[in-house]
């Protein structure tokens, strides 16, 4: 399924989409794909998280709710990529307005509220290799970890310091 984020129609009401076979208004992409009926039931039936153990796991991690599908995408983006001799790593605040115990407000940045992110990409290929959400101090547990901005370097870079001193 296609990102409606490509087509610059974020904020679009989902049933616009599913327009153009009643007035050729919409976007082809998203009727030809599947009907509206069949969209509605997937996005009501994903889930990526097991409600019954939610409040346990929370007691010790913020990020919870969404902790196995985030570190599976972050172990695929470093298992199936070799970063090149450039790199950036930098901080990024994703637009959301939505309830989140870590969301910030950053009066400098053009989307104010949102979730600060770390990324660690390769420069010339603007791919990224590791991500780490911001947030805030976590509970004591497995996943307390130093906000100072050494540490966070370290950790995001951590794996690839050590490869290129393997390499040398």
């Known amino acids: ?21 009643r007035d050729s208004t919409g976007l082809d992409i998203f009727w030809i794909t599947m009907s509206l009926q069949r969209f509605r039931f997937l996005v009501q039936s994903i889930r ?9 796991r929370i007691k010790f991690d913020k990020l ?7 570190d599976s995408f972050i172990l695929n983006c470093k298992t199936h ?12 605040l994703i637009a959301f307005r939505g309830r989140c115990s870590f969301s910030m407000y950053i009066p400098s940045k053009p989307a104010k509220y949102g979730i600060k992110v ?3 990409c390769d420069a010339r290929a603007a791919y990224t290799y590791n991500l780490e959400v911001y947030l805030g101090e976590q509970p004591d547990g497995p996943y307390k970890f130093s906000n100072k901005p050494e540490d966070v370097v370290k950790r995001l870079c951590g794996l690839v310091v050590t490869i290129w001193q393997f390499q040398c």
Do not use: C, H
């Open 81 to 92: 990529y070799l970063l090149g001799e450039y790199v950036s790593l930098d901080e990024k």
């Open 64 to 70: 919870a709710p969404i902790r196995f599908i985030f």
């Open 48 to 56: 990526f998280d097991d409600k019954g153990t939610r409040n346990d």
């Open 118 to 120: 770390f990324n660690l």
């Open 1 to 21: 399924m296609p990102n409606s984020g490509v087509y610059k129609s974020g904020r679009t009401n989902v049933d616009e989409f599913w327009q153009r076979q």
